[in-house]
């Protein structure tokens, strides 16, 4: 079973728009597919999936003793596709305890599926994290605005403390470290450089230096930018993985971008997920393809052994591949706009939006071409040679 948390770290960057269309384009290609809504304190994946609850979900396993795990998960009218619901109206149920936690994992992990994918809630809570470390290969949600992208790697960053705490022994020359740290309210352990932290450990207590190696491995979380507007909201992928290099001594794999679609609010009114509405939408198609690169990527994780196939090289060119697909989509979402403007789709509030975007964009390739002349005038006055 290919186990595939998704995760942001704030709210509104679309993760659940992610989850969903992501198990409807799984099933869809043939795999069978478990979706289950995780975010327990305020589940809803069941109106993207147009699903009425019956009072069966996680909340009512939890307080239930007679209820078994297999009750609550129900089948969907999309292909191959199973549901759990979150039942976010039971008090408390956000607020695991550590057995039903584990006891939830357990029950997760025992499903008879090919792919298992969790849709989880915001923030840095020790239950998101840990089920986000169910596996090393989540999805990290995230949008180009500088607040969703901050709290993208503060949540890897709280992830990767918890891999550090789980990785030493209580009484380990490490644990008492990380201990010292932690002293004073711990803001300072919020500026602490890991890569920094990981040297002293080395040199103070090898054995829980080998330990979190071996752990942190295992990690390496995809990252999935939503929302996108223009192709160059791309390249701010690239800064939060150099940020996540240098100061959290992790990797990302850039594994999709998906464009910003009015249709999908259309869609999620109708009830029907997106990729269901218009499959041949450009949101719906940045689906397809993440969903393309998972099966490829399980694939070639069979073939060696059920062992992750990603080497550093491939994760460059997982870079690479999403900025030619960002410029791609940008071009397909912009002879869409002009289909529409022709069939009169389009209202006038639309069109003025529309308008206002390019001319926004007009604006900015002024400026840019505007500093350009100005270095060449300055090249050609002091006899540089262009």
Same mark, same amino acid.
């Given at each position: 079973?290919?186990?595939?948390?998704?995760?942001?770290?704030?709210?509104?960057?679309?993760?659940?728009?992610?989850?969903?269309?992501?198990?409807?384009?799984?099933?869809?290609a043939?795999?069978?597919?478990?979706?289950?809504?995780?975010?327990?304190?305020?589940?809803?994946?069941?109106?993207?999936?147009?699903?009425?609850?019956?009072?069966?979900?996680? /909340?009512?396993?939890?307080?239930?003793?007679?209820?078994?795990? +297999?009750?609550?998960?129900?089948?969907? &009218?999309?292909e191959?596709?199973?549901?759990i619901?979150?039942?976010?109206?039971?008090?408390?149920?956000?607020?695991?305890?550590?057995?039903?936690?584990?006891?939830?994992?357990?029950?997760?992990?025992?499903?008879?599926?090919?792919?298992?994918?969790?849709?989880?809630g915001? /923030?840095?809570? #020790?239950?998101v994290?840990? #089920?986000?470390?169910?596996?090393?290969?989540?999805? $990290?949600?995230?949008s180009?605005?500088?607040?969703?992208?901050?709290n993208?790697? !503060?949540?890897?960053?709280?992830?990767?403390?918890? *891999?550090?705490?789980?990785?030493?022994?209580?009484?380990?020359?490490?644990?008492?470290?990380?201990?010292?740290?932690?002293?004073?309210?711990?803001? &300072?352990?919020?500026?602490?450089? @890991?890569p +920094?932290? *990981?040297?002293?450990?080395?040199?103070?207590?090898?054995?829980?230096?080998?330990?979190y190696?071996?752990?942190?491995?295992?990690?390496?979380?995809?990252? !999935?930018?939503?929302?996108?507007?223009d192709?160059?909201?791309?390249?701010?992928?690239?800064?939060?993985?150099?940020?996540?290099?240098?100061?959290?001594?992790?990797?990302?794999?850039?594994?999709?971008?998906?464009?910003?679609?009015?249709?999908?609010? $259309? %869609?999620?009114?109708?009830?029907?997920?997106? @990729?269901?509405?218009?499959?041949?939408? !450009?949101?719906?198609?940045g689906?397809?393809?993440?969903?393309?690169k998972?099966?490829?990527?399980y %694939?070639?994780?069979?073939?060696s052994?059920?062992?992750?196939?990603?080497?550093?090289?491939?994760?460059?060119?997982?870079?690479e591949?999403?900025?030619?697909?960002? +410029?791609?989509?940008?071009?397909?979402?912009?002879?869409?706009v002009?289909?529409?403007?022709?069939?009169? %789709?389009?209202?006038?509030?639309d069109?003025?939006?529309?308008?206002?975007?390019?001319? =926004?964009? $007009?604006?900015?390739?002024?400026?840019?071409? %505007?500093?350009?002349?100005?270095? =060449?005038?300055?090249?050609?006055?002091? /006899?540089?040679? @262009?």
């Open positions: 079973m290919q186990i595939v948390p998704v995760a942001g770290g704030k709210g509104g960057v679309g993760k659940s728009l992610v989850a969903t269309n992501l198990a409807i384009g799984l099933g869809q043939g795999k069978r597919v478990v979706l289950a809504d995780l975010d327990l304190g305020g589940s809803n994946l069941h109106l993207m999936l147009g699903v009425n609850l019956s009072g069966t979900g996680i /909340g009512s396993f939890i307080t239930s003793e007679k209820k078994s795990f +297999a009750d609550i998960v129900v089948e969907t &009218e999309y191959n596709v199973s549901f619901a979150g039942d976010n109206e039971i008090p408390g149920i956000a607020n695991l305890t550590t057995s039903q936690k584990r006891m939830l994992i357990s029950r997760l992990r025992a499903l008879d599926t090919e792919y298992l994918i969790l849709d989880l915001a /923030g840095s809570s #020790f239950n994290m840990d #089920f986000f470390l169910m596996s090393g290969r989540g999805l $990290i949600v995230t180009p605005t500088p607040t969703a992208t901050v993208a790697y !503060v949540f890897l960053k709280n992830v990767m403390f918890r *891999i550090l705490n789980n990785s030493f022994k209580k009484k380990s020359a490490a644990a008492a470290y990380l201990e010292s740290l932690r002293k004073d309210g711990s803001p &300072e352990l919020q500026r602490v450089y @890991i +920094a932290v *990981i040297e002293k450990v080395k040199k103070i207590d090898p054995e829980s230096h080998a330990a190696i071996a752990n942190a491995s295992r990690f390496v979380p995809r990252l !999935v930018m939503n929302m996108v507007e192709p160059r909201d791309a390249d701010k992928a690239n800064r939060l993985r150099r940020s996540c290099q240098q100061y959290l001594g992790i990797d990302l794999e850039y594994y999709g971008v998906i464009y910003r679609d009015d249709l999908q609010d $259309i %869609a999620l009114g109708s009830k029907l997920p997106i @990729i269901v509405y218009k499959p041949n939408s !450009v949101l719906a198609q689906v397809y393809r993440i969903a393309d998972m099966i490829e990527d %694939a070639l994780g069979e073939q052994d059920g062992e992750s196939p990603l080497e550093y090289d491939g994760i460059d060119e997982s870079y591949e999403a900025g030619m697909q960002a +410029a791609a989509d940008f071009e397909a979402k912009m002879e869409y002009e289909e529409l403007l022709h069939t009169g %789709a389009l209202s006038t509030g069109l003025v939006e529309t308008v206002k975007s390019q001319q =926004i964009e $007009i604006q900015h390739l002024k400026k840019e071409n %505007a500093l350009l002349k100005s270095k =060449i005038v300055k090249a050609i006055g002091r /006899g540089v040679r @262009i």
